[in-house]
């Protein structure tokens, strides 16, 4: 192969074809990055889902039959969080 592509042959830490093992610092690093991403992605959903259930229940009208509590008589930091 050096013969015929010379200008493709590798001589680095990857080995000739790139295939080679990587360095256990860069498996680390790819393992602390790949568990960062996961982090930010799952804390991304949850806010989308929080966003997503109080813009619901801001428009919804609380179901006052079968004894459900209405939310007109909360006050505070409870019906901030609820509407």
Not at 15 to 43: I, N, S, Y
């Amino acid at each position: 192969m050096e013969e015929k592509s010379a200008i493709y042959v590798r001589h680095d830490v990857y080995g000739t074809m790139g295939r080679g093992g990587l360095p256990w610092t860069e498996k680390d690093l790819l393992g602390m990055a790949l568990v960062l991403v996961k982090v930010v992605l799952a804390m991304a959903l949850l806010v989308v889902y929080y966003l997503i259930c109080r813009l619901c229940a801001m428009f919804l009208d609380p179901n006052r039959e079968d004894g459900q509590e209405d939310y007109t008589n909360m006050r505070g930091w409870r019906r901030a969080i609820i509407v």
